[in-house]
């Protein structure tokens, strides 16, 4: 006895203007009446606070009051029976009222550290009072409108960087002060989802030896609790562009793709935000690092450099 | 008994066949079939395995460009990935064959996946991401482990089931994340020796994930969840024809590698489903550019070298448009190798000892690319430039030099054409390269192999050897010299630039003076007289040639005695050899030719062609009307050459025909005559087989009967006879002995005794006597001999009975027997008593024969010979009808030898029929 919920999109990626539309399909041993069908869609956005910059009042009381995006409710069945086998029952729902205007509500889905936007679909078959009632949910995603997407390709936003021992402001290695190192780049800070974040580094000087570079992606995620924002970053994902004492001079390019669902389009809601960073981290041999195996990696080392930069991401057509 | 009356004059003239003077030479060839030259008939026909492929290749996918065939695309396609499939295939092996490991690996545990059996994987792809970050930091742990090679490629193998199992589970997840386990491995590069077989195990995983995703992909894009079909792929698809979804695991795929942290293990991930990139774009080229950048970030020079020699591999499934990253990958190899060479930066792990094995490593991930990027013809145009190798001097000078073994690679991929086109280029670019990754005299050799291959314009040849020259000037090494001139020589002949000639062997003497000459050294030497001898037409040009006679002598061994035989054999070929200096070098050449003959081995093949050049070459040798000079050098070469057999046989010949040219002089030379034939009786009892002996007494017999030394020749002629009798010639021995061979020296004997006048002191008979009783009185005598024998002497003695002999000797002072025994009673009586004790002994002897058919035979023979030398009468017939009797025993009444001999029976015996009726 099984209910499935087939999406039309294999990738379940859908625009809050279009109908989500699938099937419902049972699998049933044998007939069974049921006093009808419901689908209902919800759209929340989830918080909850811990750690970050959250003191110990805030963090007690832990999750804060959902924000609702949108919650349907539709029958589409009434009352009747199903009969053994296989059975499917096409749907579709609107996910927007007619002539309503609020594509800025319909966020992006993300899943974060402490905030995700989420979209599930539920499906529910009532059977009564002495039977349990059948019912399965499944997440699907939103995707921003296209109308309301910039032109691709968007402009590019390159910033030059530079990292040296004296852009560092926590504290370095003796060796590292004395010798000096030099690593120079280009990379955008702006870039569109489907896109790889592009850019480009060379080492151009560095008397310790490099043993790896790692560029960070991070996420900052800021709740409005009472009357200040507690934001909150985190990593998502690290990609080592160099492993070991790469040859200076050469350009090394920055080739990171992002990840889905981990990544949306940069938000500054009001209630909360999402932003990104992306950190360029330029580990050096030392025999310290051996003592801290698996520390943070945004943890400042004493053989750490590293350099930081806003990144907005969007949705690009 | 009564001897038949011959008139040999008319039976000749009845019985031999008609004569025709022949206008040619049945042996000699009409035309020279060596005149075809051979290098510019070769080139047109002669299809190259190996390039011919190449050039079919590269004309399919011109084909496709003109004719936008598909299927002619499809054919090409296929072809060339077969190909690269299969040189890749034979590569790998070639690969871990030539690094064949070391017993036991030491791993550190970053390999986990290696000591560790793997865990099952069942989490959810969420935390995926967040679980790499925990993979456990490579340098935090210090503890190695040490485990076997062999334990290593089986637990590599077992992980490979896993994941083909794992796939087939429908738990890609976990495939994946082996895949990157195993890529993994390959970051370290510790294991040196190991690490090309590591190599070829990881990848061969990667290989198959890469093609169970194609698979997976492909099969998405063709058939709908439920099973049905969208559409019949075809084998050139185009991105547009692959629908969305496929296209949407595709992506997925991308998107899960690009999340994999390290580089390497991403890298490789890519790498390994790079052809899936065809289900995005058309042209998916444009991300092995980005590939061979991003390896930059790998420090580790072997790690980055193999990484991009698999991209390179990975790229011909692509079948790329363009050689950009092909060029990239070559120059940023070339980088590291700079870093290694120089040593200027850190590279912690490698010593300067190990340096020369890092390289031996890298070498196979040179040879490969370069190769790659020759099996598409390509233009060529810039490819200099494009190497950073090009430009003019003046620019390569700020260019940092090329590597010397990636040059190398590159020179022996270029097309012959290109390399002798660009030559001038080729030579400044090895001047400019000088590292020890890869000798400098290596790449100087090659290009001369290479410049052989194709011979460039006179001008630009000049140029490229004035270069070289200067360079090899340099050299203190003999060897590296010798192996430089050695590959332009055949140029510097061809285009007979004689001052190099000159500054070759001026270079060598220098070099090759005051030191023992080494065993490789020997090797070039060789090769470069062997070139020498082949191109002089004349042996004396090439010794003309400064230092060649000191140069040859520096030699020794097996290469000097390989030389020697070139030189006697060049030496013999044209001719007679008649200046004096020559033969003089030859004939120390041939003497240090026979000290290197191991006589332990005598029965071996070089020995034996040793001693047959030296004999030609005494037999080449003339010195003219200087026959006295001549006669010296036999004597000298019988001082020289005691120890080869063979030899004398050829000295005793040489002699007696230099015996038979003073005869043949105007003024007789008696003397020399003598001197001759006794330096021949001198020599030949030195000869050890007995047949040969006699054979060459006989010889010199004649020659001295020549020349009227009748004394010479009795006691020559005894010599032959005691010679014979020394030989073993009774029946316990006939297997060593050859019968027929003495039978028609002994035949030989008697016809020469026919000219010889007899001996009144001796016996005018002692000979044939001799011979009788040699043959009778030892039981022991094989019956075949003894038979053939007796007919030998009994011809003779018909002949001798005869009034005029069939022939004299060509020498008006020796009378014949006929004239100085003309009607003898005495004489014809001692014949007929030696003719009838020989013929009672034939008639005996012939019964003793054991096996039938021979029996048969010799009776034959001997009627034969019985009728022709003897009047018919009674007593004959009777003889011959009891030899008849024995052979019609014996033999077959068809066997026309039977049947012929009894019809010239009947022929005979017709007058004497009557007589014999009365005596029945």
């Known amino acids: 006895m099984s209910v499935v919920l087939k999406l039309s999109r294999s990738n379940r990626i859908y625009r809050s203007s279009e109908p989500v539309e699938g099937k419902i399909v049972t699998n049933l041993p044998s007939s069974i009446s049921h006093q009808g069908i419901r689908l209902t869609v919800n759209g929340a956005v989830n918080m909850q606070v811990r750690g970050g910059t959250a003191g110990v009042i805030e963090s007690l009381y832990g999750v804060i009051k959902p924000i609702c995006i949108m919650n349907k409710n539709v029958e589409v069945r009434s009352s009747g029976k199903l009969g053994s086998g296989t059975t499917e029952i096409p749907f579709s729902v609107l996910l927007k009222q007619q002539g309503e205007n609020s594509s800025e ?204 930069l806003p990144l907005r991401l969007v949705r690009a057509k | 008994m009564e001897f038949r009356e011959r008139d040999y004059g008319a039976e000749e003239s009845a019985y031999s066949l008609p004569r025709v003077p022949a206008k040619n030479h049945p042996l000699f060839a009409r035309s020279l079939p060596y005149q075809v030259d051979v290098t510019d008939n070769g080139k047109d026909d002669f299809c190259d395995p190996l390039r011919g492929l190449g050039a079919n290749m590269a004309m399919h996918i011109g084909d496709v460009e003109d004719v936008q065939s598909t299927y002619n695309r499809k054919l090409s396609n296929e072809a060339a990935l077969q190909l690269s499939e299969k040189e890749w295939a034979s590569f790998k092996r070639s690969l871990m064959q030539k690094f064949s490991a070391t017993k036991t690996v030491s791993i550190s545990s970053m390999s986990d996946v290696i000591v560790k059996s793997g865990k099952a994987h069942d989490k959810s792809s969420t935390s995926m991401h967040l679980e790499e970050l925990d993979d456990p930091q490579k340098i935090a742990e210090e503890d190695v482990k040490v485990i076997t090679c062999q334990e290593y490629v089986s637990r590599l193998h077992e992980l490979k089931d896993e994941i083909c199992h794992a796939w087939q589970a429908d738990d890609r997840v976990t495939s994946l994340k082996l895949s990157i386990k195993v890529a993994r491995l390959l970051m370290d590069t510790s294991v040196l020796q190991f690490y090309p077989t590591l190599f070829v195990l990881v990848t061969d995983v990667m290989d198959m994930l890469g093609d169970l995703v194609w698979e997976r992909i492909k099969r998405r894009a063709k058939y ?100 950009g990253y092909l060029i990239t990958c070559i120059n940023d190899i070339s980088i590291i190798l700079m870093r290694i060479i120089s040593g200027k930066e850190t590279i912690s792990r490698y010593s300067s000892g190990n340096k020369k094995l890092l390289i031996s490593l890298i070498e196979p991930t040179i040879e490969w690319s370069v190769k790659c990027m020759f099996t598409y013809q390509w233009e060529i145009g810039n490819l200099f430039a494009e190497l950073g190798l090009g430009g003019n001097l003046s620019e390569s000078s700020q260019n940092p030099p090329c590597i010397s073994i990636v040059l190398h690679h590159i020179i022996k991929e270029l097309p012959a054409e290109i390399v002798s086109s660009d030559a001038l280029e080729i030579v400044q670019l090895i001047e400019s390269s000088k590292d020890f990754s890869f000798d400098q005299h290596l790449n100087y050799t090659l290009l001369g192999f290479k410049l052989c291959e194709r011979r460039p314009q006179m001008d630009s040849v000049d140029a490229v050897l004035v270069k070289v020259f200067q360079a090899v000037s340099q050299y203190d090494s003999l060897d ?115 000290d290197g003959i191991d006589f332990s081995s005598i029965k071996d093949d ?146 020469l005794l026919i000219m010889v006048p007899g001996n009144p002191t001796e016996g005018i008979f002692y000979i044939p006597k001799s011979l009788l009783s040699l043959v009778t009185s030892d039981p022991g005598v094989t019956p075949r001999l003894r038979a053939r024998t007796l007919c030998a002497i009994i011809s003779l003695s018909a002949t001798f009975s005869q009034n005029t002999l069939p022939y004299h000797v060509k020498n008006t002072e020796v009378m014949g027997n006929d004239i100085l025994f003309f009607g003898d009673p005495s004489y014809n ?29 010799m009776a034959l023979e001997a009627c034969n010979c019985i009728i022709s030398s003897f009047k018919a009468n009674p007593e004959i017939s009777l003889i011959c009808s009891r030899l008849m009797e024995i052979a019609k025993s014996c033999l077959n009444a068809n066997d026309k030898y039977l049947r012929s001999t009894l019809n010239i029976l009947d022929k005979h015996l017709a007058c004497s029929r009557d007589a014999c009726v009365v005596v029945v």
């Open chain 1, 105 to 308: 509500r319909f966020y992006e889905t993300f899943h974060g550290a402490n905030i995700s936007i989420q979209y599930l679909i539920t499906v529910g078959i009532m059977r009564g009072y002495m039977h349990k009632s059948l019912s399965t949910t499944m997440e699907f995603i939103i995707e921003s409108e296209k109308v309301n997407l910039l032109e691709a390709p968007i402009s590019p936003e390159v910033v030059v960087f530079y990292i040296t021992q004296d852009t560092q402001k926590h504290p370095l290695l003796p060796e590292l002060l004395s010798g000096g190192f030099r690593v120079t780049g280009k990379i955008s800070t702006q870039c569109a989802l489907t896109e790889p974040l592009n850019g480009e580094l060379i080492v151009e000087a560095s008397a310790v030896p490099i043993r790896s570079i790692d560029i960070h992606l991070l996420r900052v995620e800021s709740i409005l609790t009472g009357e200040k924002y507690i934001t909150e970053t985190s990593l998502i994902q690290s990609t080592q562009i160099a492993d070991g004492d790469v040859c200076r001079a050469m350009t090394i390019p920055i080739y990171v793709i992002l990840p889905r669902l981990l990544t949306c389009p940069t938000n500054l809601a009001g209630p909360f935000s999402i932003e990104f960073q992306v950190s360029i981290v330029i580990t050096f041999q030392s025999d310290l690092s051996k003592l801290y195996p698996k520390s943070d990696p945004r943890t400042p080392r004493l053989w750490l450099a590293m350099e930081t």
């Open chain 2, 606 to 751: 070089d020995n034996q062609q040793s001693a047959r050049l030296i004999s030609h070459f005494i037999q080449m040798v003339d010195y003219g009307t200087e026959m006295d000079r001549h006669l010296t050098f036999l004597v000298e070469c019988r001082g020289a050459f005691g120890s080869i057999n063979e030899l004398k046989g050829t000295l005793v010949h040489s002699s007696n025909s230099l015996a038979i040219k003073a005869m043949k002089g105007t003024n007789k030379h008696v003397s020399f005559v003598k001197s001759c034939i006794a330096f021949s009786e001198v020599t030949i009892p030195s000869i050890s087989a007995g047949i040969r002996q006699m054979n060459l007494y006989l010889e010199t017999a004649e020659v001295a009967l020549l020349g009227g030394l009748v004394s010479h020749t009795d006691g020559l002629i005894e010599s032959a006879i005691s010679s014979l009798q020394s030989l073993d010639i009774t029946r316990g021995s006939q297997i060593n002995v050859d019968v027929d061979g003495i039978i028609s020296s002994i035949r030989k004997l008697c016809s």
């Open chain 2, 224 to 323: 709908a969840d439920d099973g049905t079909i969208i559409c019949s792929l075809p084998e050139n698809f185009k991105a547009i024809d692959v629908c969305p979804d496929a296209k949407e695991t595709c992506n997925n795929w991308f998107c899960k590698i690009g999340s994999i942290s390290e580089l390497l293990p991403r890298i490789y991930s890519e790498l390994a489903i790079l052809h899936c990139w065809r289900f995005l774009h058309d042209q998916p080229c444009e991300s092995l550019q980005r590939l061979v950048m991003m390896m930059r970030g790998l420090a580790d020079p072997l790690a980055s070298v193999y990484c991009h020699l698999y991209l390179v591999r990975c790229a011909q499934k692509l079948l790329p448009c363009d050689r």
């Open chain 2, 480 to 594: 590296e010299y010798l192996k430089v001139v050695d590959a332009y020589l055949d140029i510097v002949l061809q285009y007979q630039m004689e001052n190099y000639l000159t500054i070759i062997l001026d270079g060598i003497s220098k070099r090759a003076s005051d030191k023992v000459v080494a065993e490789s050294e020997l090797g070039s030497l060789q090769s470069i007289f062997i070139k020498l001898l082949t191109h002089f037409n004349d042996l004396e040009d090439a010794f003309a040639l400064n230092h060649f006679v000191e140069i040859l002598d520096v030699m020794y061994g097996t290469s000097r005695n390989t030389v020697n035989m070139h030189i006697l054999n060049k030496a013999t070929r044209n001719g007679y050899i008649r200046d004096p200096t020559t033969i003089q070098l030859l004939f120390e050449i041939s003497q240090a030719l026979h």
């Open chain 2, 829 to 857: 009586q001692e014949l007929s008593s030696i003719s009838s004790i020989s013929v009672q002994n034939l008639v005996e002897g012939i019964q003793e024969e054991v096996y039938k058919a021979a029996r048969g035979t």
